[in-house]
């Protein structure tokens, strides 16, 4: 049962306005080459015909320099480790969701954070977030403290950075546990 009405299915389009809609797409927000493909192959004709004008499209737009998973890579990076100021797990994550294959995510990854203190990004991220030290009676501390804890795994911060944050605060009273961690 549907409500409202029926959306009309758009018209397939032909090798010149694919190019005219990568461009718009890539003009508002960089993609990974996985994501416009996907972007475009929605807007293409269903059959091989279609198919081979993505392909064409997306080896144009390579050749002219304005697709680049290694670049697109580089910036997301940049700015996720800048910006957001997420940890390198976190980036890797969002890397690989975008379709980047993961040679080209780790050259960029570790482009961008081998000369980064993930201590400080942490207490960045932290400030950024506006996090407050745990207080409250043992209990809530207890609560507090691994409520932050969760933050700062999902921001993509090591279990050693993690400790060492709540250290910095003091009166943490969670006891630490040895992880063994893959810095893969």
């Not at 190019?19 to 475009?40: I, N, T």
């Not at 809530?140 to 944050?165: D, H, Y």
Request: cysteine-free; proline content about 3%.
């Amino acid at each position: 049962m549907s409500f409202g009405r029926a959306k009309k299915p758009r018209a397939s389009l032909a090798y010149d306005e694919l190019m005219d809609y990568a461009a718009k797409v890539l003009g508002s927000k960089m993609k990974s080459e996985r994501d416009l493909r996907s972007k475009l192959v929605e807007r293409a004709s269903p059959d091989e015909h279609g198919r081979e004008e993505v392909t064409r499209v997306m080896e144009k737009l390579k050749e002219l320099g304005y697709l680049s998973d290694e670049r697109f890579a580089a910036d997301y990076a940049r700015l996720r480790q800048e910006n957001e100021k997420l940890g390198r797990r976190r980036v890797q994550q969002g890397l690989m969701q975008k379709g980047v294959p993961s040679a080209i995510a780790n050259v960029a990854i570790g482009a961008q954070y081998d000369e980064v203190d993930e201590t400080a990004l942490a207490r960045q991220y932290v400030e950024r977030k506006r996090l407050k030290p745990p207080s409250g009676d043992r209990e809530q501390k207890a609560k507090e403290t691994a409520k932050i804890m969760r933050r700062l795994i999902a921001a993509g911060f090591s279990s050693r950075v993690v400790w060492k944050v709540l250290r910095d605060w003091g009166g943490s009273e969670v006891e630490e546990v040895d992880v063994v961690e893959d810095d893969a």
